[in-house]
Structure formats: C-alpha cells, structure tokens
C-alpha cells in the first residue's frame, strides 16, 4: 500500500488507530461507537515498517469517551497522532 512517494497511505495508520479506538473505548463492557475522530501524520511510514498504536483514556462519562491514540514505528518513532470521540450507548456486550 505504498503511494507514489514510496510511503504508505495515511489510511494504514487511520484503519490502525482506529481499530485501538475501538478496542479501548469497548473494554468497559458498554458498546462504544465513533462519533469524532482525526489523525496528524508526523512521519512517513516506509516499506518494511512495524507499526504499533497505544491509547490513552483521557476522559470518560456515561455517554461519551475521549481517546489519544500515538501509532509509533518499530524504532519507537511517532508516526502518528489520533484523537477519537466515542459515544457509549448504555448497552452491555453479551458474551
């Protein structure tokens, strides 16, 4: 998925934060949809590059959740920065 510039495309760490979002904002047990999200790309991700995304809860309420999500590469470069909103719906996840 590299462009024209031999970098990747942004939505490969967009798809990759994204999916923390997710991940984070849904491990309370109460199902968490997207309201809100944006990325600030701050380095190019390359060829070969392993990428890993880590979330912080910044603030979280009955009805909404508010994340950071920083997409570093395998040399613990920051290639990226994500924020997402979240609603939570009230509803628990049945297991």
Known sequence: MLNGFTIAHGGI???L?????AFASNSHGIQAVSVET???????????DELTAI????????RIGIYHIEVS?????????FKGTVYRTGKPWEV
Request: proline share 3%; hydrophobic share 25%; glycine share 6%.
């Open 55 to 62: 979330s912080e809860e910044m603030n979280l309420s009955n």
């Open 13 to 15: 760490t967009y798809s």
């Open 73 to 81: 590469n395998q040399r613990g470069e920051r290639v990226a920065l």
């Open 38 to 48: 944006s990325i600030s790309h701050t380095k190019p991700v390359k060829e070969g």
């Open 17 to 21: 934060a994204d999916s923390c979002l």
